[in-house]
């Protein structure tokens, strides 16, 4: 057996032993605001709940490992301390792990990733309409393990409301653990699905996706593509020049003067194989 002394070996790589052994772990997709009302949205999975009377969770954005620095969401929960913790289905994940990715202060995850912010009740932070559970939480206390990078930021959230949406419940009331289809994030690029076992997802961090926002209009609003396959797209770092286009066309004539449902249900069939760049020029097609 491998015996290791945490204060022996790499900061870096006593965190990917951490996260391969402590898995799967919820996800708190954590929404919060800056004093000047800028939202920001992003994905913890150091996470989970500690308590029903009071509803109490506790998340952790950690500083960064490599940098040093922190995160927006623990800087904005600092400034107003109010956050809605959306929880994260199989329908979003794509979309949860496209806004992971460090975008400069100021840019709205929800715009990059292409999901719908929808009003508080009780808080100025907003949820993710998409979201099957939002709880709306006051920040009761943040607790700084360290201040070297790697060192845990725990924020100790109240829940003052949730939002259920009803398709994700059982005849009884209760939530059907089927119908809400939950993921959970494990080591490397893993994930979870709760009902169906482990799935990979390339982490968006070594590059900076274009975002939902930037995809063309008649792509981002298809009757065919979904939010899952929108944040596949979303996560390139550019779109494929117009000579790479026209060269895949001459190899694919089957592509060449179709309709546009058609484009993006041949698209959606290479996303589903993850193969983004042919989706990418299968869509540019002209």
């Known amino acids: 057996m491998l015996s290791i002394n945490p204060k022996e070996i790499p900061v870096g790589k006593l965190h990917g032993y951490l996260l391969g052994a402590i898995a799967p772990r919820p996800i708190a997709f954590a929404s919060t605001i800056d004093k000047e009302g800028n939202p920001n949205l992003s994905p ?13 969770m506790i998340f952790s954005p950690a500083r960064s490992v490599r940098a040093n620095t922190t995160k927006h969401t623990l800087d904005n929960s600092e400034e107003v301390k109010e956050v ?40 100025k932070p907003f949820r993710v309409a998409e979201s099957p559970v939002q709880f709306e939480c006051k920040v009761k206390d943040i607790i700084y393990t360290g201040r070297e990078g790697g060192a845990g930021n725990l924020i100790v959230c109240e829940v003052v409301k949730l939002h259920i949406n009803e398709d994700v419940l059982a005849e009884d009331g209760s939530i059907d653990q089927h119908k809400i289809d939950l993921v959970a994030r494990a080591g490397g690029s893993y994930y979870s ?16 996706g274009i975002g939902v926002d930037q995809i ?20 390139v770092e550019e779109l494929p020049n117009q000579e790479t286009v026209n060269n895949f066309a001459k190899e694919h004539a089957e592509f060449v003067g179709i309709s546009t449902e058609k484009k993006h249900t041949f698209a959606q069939e290479y996303l589903q194989k993850n193969d983004v760049e042919s989706a990418w020029k299968v869509l540019l097609i002209k």
């Not at 959306?86 to 840019?107: A, E």
């Not at 063309?216 to 979303?234: A, C, F, H, K």
């Open 44 to 56: 913890f999975s150091f996470f989970n709940v500690f308590g029903a009377n009071p509803p109490i």
């Open 84 to 123: 809605v913790i959306n929880v994260v289905n199989y329908d979003i994940v794509q979309q949860m792990s496209l806004s992971s990715t460090m975008y400069p202060k100021g840019v709205n995850e929800f715009e990059k990733a292409g999901l719908t912010m929808l009003p508080s009740d009780e808080v």
């Open 216 to 235: 063309p209009y008649e792509i981002r609003n298809s009757t065919i593509l979904t939010g899952n396959n929108l944040g596949m797209l979303g996560n």
């Open 193 to 208: 699905r709760a009902r169906d076992g482990f799935f990979e997802i390339p982490k968006p961090i070594s590059t900076l």
